[in-house]
């Protein structure tokens, strides 16, 4: 190897040994990138957010609470960063809701269609405009929205299809409603048959009405304050005489028996399945999934790291107590009433009839 | 696209090339080298197996940063209790840990003020642990402008340290669930829901945030830390929670739940590290530690180096202490997984690391001037390989890496090679530490805690606590404070 070989050789390895410094040096010479990380960013998943945002932008944009006189004055249109935000009125709303062909048109024109006096969506009716509603709101069969808010009632009928979100005081859903965001209400929700969601929320949500095929809930357990916990290995059925004055872990299976009442909250490693009438003052914590029989009460909160199935007639939360549900896949049969909020991975699902899930 | 997929096939080949040839050189020696025809000296056949044990020690956590990184960047993400946004919430208090803390409490407090939990359920009590400047004045100043909000604790004497200071404020109050931050922590405040909602599990015995520092731009050593604290949370932490391991406690930004700190005997004061020796007692006693990626908490990191010695110096005296009251006991729990017992033997061994790869690096620079035999060049060439992997880009600082990416901000990637310095300087500080402490329990010597020294400049809030504080000192009977100078400054 000859001189010009070794020296090649030598500044060739030098290259590659101090090549990852040249962009090194730079950046601690002339930072690009030194400031701390931005944290608390769970604000946008909160449940609320986006229907909270919305309220507050129309509240900047007509006041707190416009009257009717208020709203006629503002005019037709109005301008929020550039963008037209289009105000309907009685008389034209109607005109174009009776076709939707109209709202269509707005829904390209503009962000937001806001709706001074009680508005109706036409059957059909397809928009990508964000719509709130000054005071109730009728959505048509078949309408496809992006999202809606409503400061009074709204009411869905079947088969309606939300893309993103919507929130109102109260909501009553036809059957067949799918939204594929959230659905939140100030003070109830009425979901009908096949309903779909992702996630919802709201002081109390119900599920149709009382199925009564099955037995009704006993009253949801206050919650106690205990110091006792049960460890179980295996997998293990919970009889009443076992436990009922503490936590209860199962490193397994786990099978509450009818009628059991549990002041405690529930942990189990595999599946966890309560029978009939178990009422539960405490948490459900499943690593797999968690079965819930007809006329359960349970505090909650409920979480499954796979999917929870709630039977007839259940109870989850209670109106003092709120509580959550969380797991990937929700099945919520006919009559039951959840207190506070369900957020799943992938979607939940109300189905009345009675069907085989092989668990 | 053809030259794409070229490129790819030449690249897998020559991973694996680089792979194999030490590999295959160990081998060559080796089948070179019979036994019969080679007398191995006493001291060599001691100094080979000594280095083979470092080799695969070294492979271990090669392997475990691998699969940390992997999992956290393709693997199944569980955060299951980070939705939950109502519930029965439980009875809280927040400890404020503070010893000297005049530069920083205020801020804190003021943070505390304006978290969303319930407040007929929230208890906020500074535990103020014999501090000699004026901790206490401003503490108190704070608490009377709120009235109802703070329970301060003035811890006046007794053992120091932070063990001992919580197990005093912990006798105090009756709440359910403990949460601690220290002083110079500034949570958000949606925090402490985040963190006390795990607590629904009744498994769940501590929780832990993620540690986010504040004073990042400072200087290079502030950046390498971020860097550093970036890949211990976002990647190492967040994958032991992924794949059931043994997430740790880091005894601030977490909680602890009263039952279990009753059964596994409370806080035990001749800890350094009360929190790791907390998250190992539980986890032998059937608790699980979670850690919550998403609950993030500003702190402030050290800013000179000499601190930065002192605190990682801590911190290996602390972790060594804990690793030898729990390793035998976690090993040998049959009650525990045996992924739970693995993980959490290695979690205890990390700050052994480093004087045992400085005792690898002397015993292969030996080996390769006295041995006679060849096969130690394809061990020391194998050596070589994962050494450079534990240390490269490949291991340790592809969690680094694989953290930046996802915390969205890439550009600090940038100063990964010069982790490289800190590295260094952590891995001869912990050595040192480890020898003294030896040296200290040879010579029955007690532990000491040193408290980290701040850097904050005082704010607003604290500078309005100390103007009050001043008024207060100011009068009459009142001995005059010597901050006045740093309030007119």
Redo the contacts between chains.
Sequence with gaps: MNNFSQLALLLTTMLLVFL??I??L???LQ???????P????AT???RHFADSMRNLIAHLLGPEPTSDALHHIGKTLFHNGTQVNVLHDNDGLDMLATGIALQAAGKLAHIVIFADIAKIASGCETMADIFAMRDIHVGPSAHLRSCCSKGYMRLAQNVLIHRWIDAETISAGRDLVVHGRITALRSIKFSDHSQFVRA?APIMYFGEKDSRYVSAVAVPL?V?N?R?Y?FDGDTTILEEMVNDG???VRGSAQIAMECVIS????AHDFLRLQENVSVA??L?SGKGIVIGAGCAI???L?S?DDIIIGPNSII?SDL????V?CRRLIVAQGVIIY??V?TQDSAHVVFEEISFGI | MKNVSRLSQLGTWFILLTMAIPLLSSAQALRIEEPSQVVYSLPIRIMTCMLAAIVLMLIVFTVRHYIFTLARLFGRQRQPYLDIEMGNWPEIVIFIAAHNEEQVIADSLTALLEVDYPRDKLIIMPVNDRSTDNTRLIIDRIADANPGRFHPFHRIDGRPGKAAALKDATAMVGAEIIVIFDADYLPARGLIKQLVAPMFDPEVGAVMGRVVPLNVGHNLLTRLLDLERAGGYQVDQAARMNLGLVPQYGGTVGAVRRRALEEIGGWDIEMLAEDTDITFRLLRNGWKTVYQNRSECYEEVPQTWRVRIGQISRWSRGHNQVMTKNIIKLIFNRELLLRERLDGAILLGVFLMSPILIVGWMLAVAMFFISPQHWVIGWLAFFALVAHSALGNNAAFFEIAAATYLDGHRNRIRLLPLSMLGFLISMVTISKAAFYQLYDFLRHRELVWHKTERFRRMTIATSAAYVDTVALATAPGVEQEPLLENVTQ
């Design positions: 990852p410094f962009p090194t730079y950046e601690w930072p690009s990138d030194d400031a701390a990380l944290i608390d960013q769970n998943h909160e449940l929320g919650p304050t110091n916990r460890l936590d209860v872990i405690g909250s529930i942990k405490g948490s914590i505090l909650g909160p979480i790291e939360g107590v709120p509580t959550t969380i506070g909020v957020t």
